[in-house]
């Protein structure tokens, strides 16, 4: 499988500009098979969904259906999404032909009040897209490897996020940790740049085999990074090691 990571700067508040800068970067890309957008992709990360929030029906959701048949490729990313009087900080896992698999975040960083601006979901999404198994989770998931834990025996674990710079040491930290512990690929794809509260972003965007490995490494730089991900090799190596065999059984309760 080919994956593509997006990593540049957000306009704050502003989805058309983002949605424009996006396009202009998903069509430098040749074939893939899958298109990751950052954490609230459409607006930057804001605590005022009131201002911003789109429902599933908005133009972001049409505007990704149509990248993805232009493209013939899955495209996922997260934004603000209002449902029942409830606002959703909600990754959406577009297929190629217009069907869609969502994931509300279920860890809400609540240093920046997003707990209180935002419903957590409840609920692990496994996507299988051509073959593969995938879990998609959002920013501050990546702290909390319970919940992350590979008892789907799930190939590809993805984070997209809005990841701040004075933190970074620990996103490529837990970024090798998930991938070692759960014996899967990885995909961790942040954002650059300084949105309107000051806050600066370090991109860090990477992709890691099931050893912790590094395949890709965008560093801090803007652009599309590409990975390819071999599932035969990911297959032969769990045989190989058998730690999943290993895990501990436990049940998650909220």
């Known amino acids: 499988m080919k994956i593509s990571l997006i990593q540049t700067s957000l306009t704050w508040e502003d989805p058309q500009a983002n949605r424009a800068n996006f396009e202009r970067l998903i069509n430098s890309i040749?074939?893939?098979?899958?298109?990751?957008?950052?954490?609230?992709?459409?607006?930057?990360?804001t605590?005022?969904?009131?201002?911003?929030?789109?429902?599933?029906?908005?133009?972001?959701i049409a505007w990704m259906k149509e990248m993805a048949a232009a493209k013939d490729c899955a495209i996922t990313g997260s934004l603000v999404i209002e449902e029942n009087g409830r606002y959703y900080n909600r990754l959406v896992f577009v297929f190629p032909g217009g069907d869609i698999q969502t994931y509300d975040k279920r860890h809400l960083f609540t240093l920046a009040g997003e707990d209180k601006a935002y419903t957590a979901g409840t609920e692990k999404l496994i996507v299988e897209?051509?073959?593969?198994?995938?879990?998609?989770?959002?920013?501050?998931?990546?702290?909390?490897?319970?919940?992350?834990?590979?008892?789907?025996q799930y190939d590809l674990l993805l984070y997209v996020a809005n990841w701040p710079s004075p933190r970074v040491f620990a996103w490529d930290t837990l970024l090798k940790a998930r991938a070692i512990e759960n014996m899967c690929y990885v995909a961790g794809l942040n954002r650059i740049g300084h949105d309107e509260n000051g806050h600066a972003y370090p991109g860090h965007s990477q992709v890691l085999d099931c050893l912790g490995g590094?395949?890709?490494?965008?560093?801090?730089?803007?652009?599309?990074?590409?990975?390819?991900?071999?599932?035969?090799?990911?297959?032969?190596?769990?045989?190989?090691?058998?730690?999943?065999?290993?895990?501990?059984?436990?049940?998650?309760?909220?």
């Open 30 to 45: 040749g074939q893939t098979d899958l298109i990751l957008l950052p954490e609230m992709f459409a607006t930057g990360f």
């Open 47 to 60: 605590m005022k969904p009131q201002a911003v929030a789109e429902t599933m029906d908005g133009e972001t």
């Open 129 to 152: 897209y051509k073959g593969w198994k995938i879990c998609p989770l959002v920013c501050y998931d990546l702290r909390f490897p319970v919940f992350a834990r590979n008892v789907e």
């Open 214 to 254: 590094i395949i890709t490494d965008a560093s801090g730089n803007e652009g599309v990074f590409t990975a390819v991900l071999d599932k035969e090799s990911l297959l032969e190596t769990r045989k190989k090691f058998g730690f999943l065999n290993d895990r501990d059984s436990f049940t998650l309760r909220d």
